[in-house]
């Protein structure tokens, strides 16, 4: 793998921000599988939570082998931690279709920029394991679409609305906005295009929640 000198720590800090994403996006399914009657919505919920523990794993083991000396460096997780609060509040109210919309549409389609922008860099730089990051990324990619579907079909049932999805909306984009502001000085430092992950990050937004 092609990596320049320099860039060791900084990427390996973005991977360890990932798997915290991860491990958050693990609890949050896994308590959202016990919010719901439907056995499909179970099953995929259950399935993704076993599928975001893994990545977790990939990315710290990724993380740990580039830059061992620095294992467990991240960015400040503070927005991070704000949002598991948010979110785990929801939970607590058992209000699954607001816990969709900040994990499966919000937080998975930030994830899915940066994993798109990452794959990028990585393929720029010759990395190895394509296949098991094309899983990965596949996989995100799946999460966030199915949380679409779920959400439109529940609006579409009068189930919930944007309305009451709205003023929530907007404080996990603040929160997840504040996550891009964390890592925008490590895409500067292995000199990739930050302000293009912010494009990419605000188009995976639903149009009613903009």
């Known amino acids: 793998m092609l990596i320049r000198p320099g860039e060791h720590v900084p990427i390996a800090r973005l991977l360890n921000f990932l798997a915290q994403g991860e491990h958050l996006a693990h609890d949050v399914a896994h308590s959202q599988a016990t919010l719901t009657t439907d056995p499909h919505v179970r099953r995929f919920l259950l399935s993704q939570a076993r599928q975001e523990a893994f990545h977790a794993v990939v990315f710290q083991g990724a993380s740990a082998w ?22 785990t509040e929801a939970l607590q109210r058992k209000d699954l279709y607001e816990s969709i919309m900040a994990e499966q549409i919000i937080l998975e389609g930030l994830g899915e920029a940066l994993l798109t922008r990452i794959e990028a860099g990585l393929v720029k730089r010759h990395a190895g394991f394509r296949r098991l990051r094309q899983i ?17 079909r529940a609006m579409t049932a009068g189930e919930t609305d944007p309305d009451r999805l709205r003023l929530p909306g907007h404080e996990y984009l603040a929160l997840s906005e504040a996550m891009v ?28 929640l903009r």
Do not use: N
């Not at 580039?66 to 979110?87: E, F, I, K, W």
């Not at 990965?136 to 439109?152: D, S, V």
């Open 136 to 152: 990965l990324l596949h996989q995100e990619e799946a999460h966030y679409a199915f949380g679409r579907r779920l959400l439109e």
């Open 181 to 208: 502001t964390m890592v925008r000085d490590l895409f500067d430092s292995i000199d990739e295009d930050a302000a293009a992950w912010c494009r990419d990050a605000k188009r995976y937004v639903p149009e009613w």
């Open 66 to 87: 580039l830059a061992p000396r620095h294992l467990g460096a991240s960015p400040s997780l503070r927005a991070l931690d704000q949002y598991r609060a948010r979110v």
